[in-house]
């Protein structure tokens, strides 16, 4: 059964940085495409990044670009989600999602393409 924890939400100030993990157990990480998403008070779920199971493949949110940064690390069983130059509407619960890719390298930053999700990681910006 696949599992996702994330980690490394918290409390930071507008400009600061944080680096969200989701790590996986059972399943092999090579063969997952991941994503991560976010849900703000009163708003929708909405895709932030994702990357795919060969890591060159990569997409962001056009509000998140060249400030936000997704990479994996096989070794460990975690994909990470570097956020730097944070604002206070990037204030919102993060959740990772996870999918079976199969043979497809991409990655999608939809929802409902994924089948297995955590249970979220609090972020907040605000001075």
């Known amino acids: 059964q696949l599992q996702l924890v994330e980690s490394g939400g918290g409390l930071v100030q507008p400009g600061g940085s944080l680096k969200l993990s989701c790590a996986h157990s059972?399943?092999?990480?090579?063969?997952?495409?991941i994503g991560w998403f976010r849900q703000a008070p009163g708003k929708e779920r909405e895709g932030v990044s994702c990357?795919?199971?060969?890591?060159?493949?990569?997409n962001y949110a056009d509000s998140v670009k060249g400030r936000f940064i997704i990479s994996r690390d096989n070794a460990k069983n975690t994909v990470y989600l570097q956020m730097n130059s944070l604002k206070p509407e990037d204030t919102a619960i993060y959740y990772c999602?996870?999918?079976?890719?199969?043979?497809?390298?991409?990655?999608?930053?939809?929802?409902?393409?994924?089948?297995?999700w955590g249970t979220g990681t609090r972020v907040t910006v605000s001075s």
């Open positions: 990357i795919g199971q060969s890591a060159g493949q990569t």
């Open positions: 059972g399943s092999r990480l090579s063969t997952l495409a």
């Open positions: 999602a996870a999918v079976n890719a199969y043979t497809y390298g991409g990655c999608y930053q939809r929802a409902s393409w994924y089948t297995h």
